[in-house]
C-alpha cells in the first residue's frame, strides 16, 4: 500500500482517454512541491525524505530530497542523483536503505496474493 501518492489524472470520457489532464498538472516542479508538501503534512524533516525518479523531469525531486535516488534513469538524472541504480527491480532502493533481504521476505510473507519477484544472490 502506498502511503503517499502525487500524479497526473488522464481524464476518461464514456471509457475512453481524451489526451487531457485532469486537475493540477506534476510537473518537474510540481514533483519537488509534492514532496516537501508530503513532509511538511506529516512533520518528516527534507533531510529524511527519499525519492526515485527515472528522467529530467525528476531533477528537482531528487534535489529537494535527503536521498536522490536515480533508477535505470537518464545520464542527466545519475548526474545529479545521490544514488543510481541500473537494476531491473525496485526494491533494490530497500538495500540502499538498509533494509535486508530478510526483512523484505518477512514483508512479503505478509502481503496476501501479491506475487513475489526473487532478486538473484549477488
Known sequence: MLDFVASNELEIVDGILTGRVVG????????????RDFASQY???????????????DID???AAGLGIAFNAKPAL??????????PY?????????VTR?????ADA?????RRVEIPAD
Not at 545519475?78 to 537494476?87: I, K, M, T, W, Y
Not at 525496485?90 to 538498509?98: H, S
Not at 530478510?102 to 518477512?106: K, S, T, Y
Open 110 to 114: 505478509g502481503d496476501c496474493g501479491v
Open 24 to 35: 493540477p498538472i506534476v510537473d518537474r516542479p510540481g514533483k519537488a512541491k509534492a514532496l
Open 61 to 63: 525531486m531528487l534535489g
Open 90 to 98: 525496485l526494491d533494490t532502493v530497500l538495500f540502499l536503505l538498509g
Open 43 to 57: 512533520g518528516v524533516p527534507m533531510e529524511q525524505t527519499v525519492a526515485v525518479g527515472d528522467g529530467a523531469n
Open 78 to 87: 545519475r548526474e545529479v542523483a545521490d544514488a543510481s541504480l541500473s537494476h
Open 102 to 106: 530478510g526483512e523484505i521476505e518477512a
